[in-house]
């Protein structure tokens, strides 16, 4: 099997620390920790969603989904910019192609 060098490791490096952080934040958001999910939130949603309004929608994925895991994750990262897909049990909380970000040396969701 030949060896990843260079670009190509950070490459997938870049993309195993997507996935990470979205698993964190799908655990936080449908785990109703509001406070958690919303320092995931990119600065530019952070400006357009009020964190009453994401608290609220916090809830209502709990409710509606509780924490089921993640399925079927797929990332691409390409430099600071990347797009994550995954399912859940609850068809519409599932995502194709959803934003993120790089800013302040993690990776956020740009999804607002």
Do not use: K
Not at 57 to 86: I, K, W
């Amino acid at each position: 099997m030949p060896s990843l060098v260079g670009s190509e490791m950070c490459i997938r490096d870049r993309g195993e620390v997507l996935e990470q952080a979205v698993v964190r934040y799908v655990d936080a958001f449908h785990g109703g920790r509001a406070d958690d999910a919303y320092a995931f939130l990119s600065a530019r949603c952070r400006e357009e969603l009020p964190f009453a309004e994401f608290r609220r929608m916090t809830s209502q994925a709990t409710e509606l989904d509780g924490d089921d895991p993640l399925r079927d994750v797929d990332v691409t990262a390409d430099g600071a910019r990347g797009t994550v897909s995954y399912e859940l049990d609850v068809e519409s909380l599932s995502e194709r192609d959803q934003p993120w970000v790089r800013e302040d040396g993690g990776w956020r969701n740009d999804d607002c």
